[in-house]
Structure formats: structure tokens, C-alpha cells
């Protein structure tokens, strides 16, 4: 297949420095970049950083004669495959939302005829504001694919919605609408997918969790999405966007995250990569718990419903594939091994998360993929979203038609 064309135009933004990741990591996944920097985006980035990276020249000026004569606005547009823009400002949106057409950047947006992806990336203010909320709704009315944003700690400060969304997840979203149509092998299969971790409630301020970002479980499911599936993605609480192109419930408890899975059901594919706390505080406390009043007393657990092993012995409506995910200090394979037969699942993914791993939280694992009937593979470190790529290849090899 012929290497598919991205039109990155980078704006204003200090997330700009995150398209950098996002050349690199597209070009080693087969995507060939051209690039626009808008004059508030050279401030942030160099011309010479992202020609460097996308090994193509950098287009900057509607009115330079020699990019004109080169590379018209109208063909840079129309001889890509997607337009990306990244980080999307909230002028650049508004521009966009408004036809305006007054440098390369917006001129080029109006004149495309090709699907346009934003990564919109601002201050948690500008991005709830009133004028913000109707140039995304505007947008979203005209067919604009949107990816993020995340809520988390900004660069300026605040927290809040606003954080451009990775580049792991920005390149699943270029996937998932690039993915052409011949080449969806789980085209009319059913998945359902879990994520992240869960919050298991001690009174209505605390809870027990762990350290799970959600990424694995996130790029799983759109890397099924982009092979075609119809997926669910049950995700525990996360600072992701919510991927494009499924269907997403979010949960807190891991008794909440089994009664969203159940209502996904009938499903064909389950991959179960949340990290499901073990246990629960028998009884959440309904009011706050108080220092003065509470002896620090032993926390009561109670086990928590095992949501694979249900999935893998399910009565009736057990899924066609059931795949796990065993995460072990020790004994990696035997232990995984054992994982897999008590749980009733077909495959289980091991990876170790020792100290130092950097598995849990990371943008990278380390993974063996665990079959009963092929030998154990063992991938080197990749990126979440390659481990995803890879194991929809698995899935669909073994379901696609
Ligand atoms: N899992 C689940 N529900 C639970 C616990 C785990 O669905 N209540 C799933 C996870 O999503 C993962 C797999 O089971 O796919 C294994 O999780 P892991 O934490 O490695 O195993 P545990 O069941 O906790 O077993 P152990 O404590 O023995 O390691």
C-alpha cells in the first residue's frame, strides 16, 4: 500500500512540541508528512525541527511567490490523504468555524476537500468558553473529526480540560479514519474492551486505585475500531480523550465496569485490559470519614467481581475470543499461564510490571502473547499503540474475513 499522505498544520500552541513525537512516530508507521506552521506556530517550534523530521520542506506564507509557485495552496491541500491540525488553537478553530481564509493555515483548510482531523490544545477557560463550545459544535456539524482534548495538569498551570491528546492517540485517530474500507477484516464484529483503572469508594472523598493510564486499553479499542469493529469501550476513570468511532462508558467501581460490560453483551471480541481493583471497602462510608471521630481502624475489603473470568465462563453469552492481560512481577510466563486457565480466556498478553517497567502509567510495553495452540510470542518494546496494531492482526487473522 502506498505510504498515506498527512497535511500537519502546526498552530500556535506550547502542545506544538508534541507534533514533533508525532512526525516521527507517524513516519515509522508508514505515514509520509508535508507540514504548514503557522507564523504563531514557528514560535514554538522551528521550521528546521519539523522539515528535519518530516524529511519535507516546511510551507509557512500564503504570500511567498516561491511556495506558491512550487506547491499551490489548493494541491497541498488536495494531494493529502488527511489534514491534521495540531495543536488546534481556539483562533484556529474559530477561523475554521468562520471560513476565514487570511494566511496558508486557514486558507488551506477552506479549500480542502480531504477529512480534517483537530487536536484542539488551549487554557481550560478558553476551551469551556461559550465561543469555543459553539465553533466545536459548529465543527463536529461539519464533518470535522476531533481527537481530544485530555483533562490533566497544564502548561500554564491550571487543570482542566484544554491538554493536547498524546501523539500515541492522535496517530490511532489518523488510523481509525484512514483505515480504507477493503481493509476492515472485523468489519460487522462485535467488541468489547475494558480500560484503565478502577476507584473503589472508602467514603465519598477517597478511594483505592492504582496506577493505570488507560493507554493500552484505549489503543486496543481503536485499533479495533480502525479494523472495522463495532467496539465498547468500558473505561474505569481516566485523563484520556475518549477515543472516536465507538462507543464509550465511562465507570468508576469495578461493579459498575462489570454491569457496562454485561450490557455490551452479545459481543464476538472481549480484550480486558483494565486494571480491575481485587478489592472494595465492604461498606463505603456516606459522609466523609473524620479524624476525630474514627479510630484509624483496618479497612475492610471485599473481593470484587472478576470481570474476564465472568467473560470466560460466561453462560450464555460467552464471547468468541476472549483475550486478558496479566500483569506479574514474578514468574512472568508460568504465572500468566496459570492466569489464562482459571479465567477460562483464549489468549492472555503478559507483561511485567516490576519495578522500574514503567508499564503502568507509560507510553511503552513489553509484552508475550499466550496461546494454547502457537508457540508464546514475544514482542520487543513498543509503543501501546503498536502492541494494539499487532494484536488486532492476531484478532483478525484468527476472526477476519
Ligand atoms: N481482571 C478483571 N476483573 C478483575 C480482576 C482482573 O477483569 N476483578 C482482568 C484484567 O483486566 C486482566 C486480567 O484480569 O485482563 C488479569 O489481571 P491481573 O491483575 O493480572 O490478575 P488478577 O486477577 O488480579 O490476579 P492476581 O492477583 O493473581 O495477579
Redesign the pocket.
Known amino acids: 500500500m502506498d505510504a498515506k499522505r498527512i497535511l500537519l498544520v502546526i498552530g500556535g500552541g506550547i502542545a506544538a512540541y508534541k507534533t514533533l513525537e508525532l512526525i516521527r512516530r507517524g513516519r515509522e508507521r508508514g505515514l509520509a508528512f508535508r507540514t504548514i506552521l503557522t507564523r504563531a506556530g514557528a514560535e514554538f517550534v522551528t521550521p528546521l525541527a519539523v522539515s528535519s523530521l518530516a524529511e519535507s520542506r516546511v510551507y509557512s506564507d500564503l504570500f511567498s511567490l516561491t511556495d506558491e509557485a512550487e506547491m499551490g495552496h489548493i494541491r497541498l491541500s488536495r494531494e493529502a490523504d488527511l489534514v491534521v491540525v495540531a495543536p488546534a488553537t481556539a483562533d484556529l478553530m474559530a477561523k475554521m468555524a468562520q471560513g476565514h481564509a487570511d494566511d496558508l493555515a486557514s486558507t488551506t483548510l477552506l479549500a480542502t476537500d480531504k477529512p480534517v482531523l483537530v487536536a484542539p490544545a488551549m487554557n481550560p477557560m478558553m476551551w469551556q468558553h461559550k465561543a469555543t463550545r459553539r465553533n466545536v459544535a459548529t465543527l463536529r456539524a461539519d464533518g470535522i473529526h476531533f481527537v481530544g482534548p485530555a483533562s490533566g495538569d497544564m502548561a500554564c498551570g491550571e487543570v482542566g480540560s484544554g491538554r493536547m491528546a498524546e501523539p500515541a492517540e492522535i496517530l490511532a485517530a489518523i488510523q481509525a479514519i484512514l483505515a480504507p474500507a477493503g481493509g476492515r477484516p472485523l468489519a460487522g464484529r462485535r467488541a468489547i474492551v475494558?480500560s484503565g483503572p478502577?476507584h473503589e469508594a472508602i467514603d465519598p472523598v477517597r478511594y483505592i486505585a492504582n496506577r493505570s493510564s488507560g493507554r493500552q486499553g484505549h489503543a486496543i479499542a481503536a485499533a479495533l475500531a480502525a479494523a472495522g469493529a463495532e467496539v465498547t469501550l468500558v473505561s474505569g476513570p481516566v485523563s484520556l480523550p475518549d477515543p472516536p468511532g465507538m462507543t464509550v462508558r465511562r465507570v468508576e467501581s469495578?461493579r459498575a465496569?462489570?454491569e457496562a460490560v454485561e450490557a455490551a453483551l452479545p459481543a464476538d471480541i472481549a480484550?480486558?485490559?483494565?486494571?480491575?481493583?481485587?478489592w472494595r471497602p465492604a461498606m463505603a462510608a456516606e459522609a466523609k470519614l473524620k479524624k476525630g471521630s474514627h479510630q484509624p481502624a483496618a479497612l475492610e475489603l471485599v473481593?470484587?467481581?472478576?470481570?474476564?473470568?465472568?467473560?470466560g465462563h460466561h453462560p450464555r453469552m460467552r464471547p468468541e475470543l476472549v483475550?486478558?492481560?496479566?500483569?506479574?512481577t514474578d514468574d512472568l510466563l508460568a504465572?500468566?499461564g496459570a492466569?489464562l486457565e482459571r479465567?477460562g480466556?483464549d489468549w492472555?498478553?503478559a507483561n511485567d510490571v516490576g519495578a522500574g517497567s514503567g508499564v503502568f502509567g507509560g507510553a511503552r510495553n513489553r509484552v508475550h502473547l499466550l496461546r494454547p495452540d502457537a508457540p508464546v510470542e514475544t514482542w520487543p518494546e513498543l509503543d501501546k499503540a503498536e502492541v494494539a496494531t499487532r494484536l488486532v492482526a492476531r484478532i483478525a487473522e484468527r476472526l477476519g474475513r
Request: with cysteine; hydrophobic share 50%; glycine share 6%.
Open positions: 475494558t478502577t469495578a465496569m462489570q480484550v480486558c485490559a483494565a486494571a480491575v481493583a481485587d473481593e470484587n467481581p472478576d470481570i474476564l473470568k465472568g467473560l483475550v486478558g492481560f496479566a500483569a506479574e504465572n500468566a492466569k479465567k480466556c492472555i498478553l
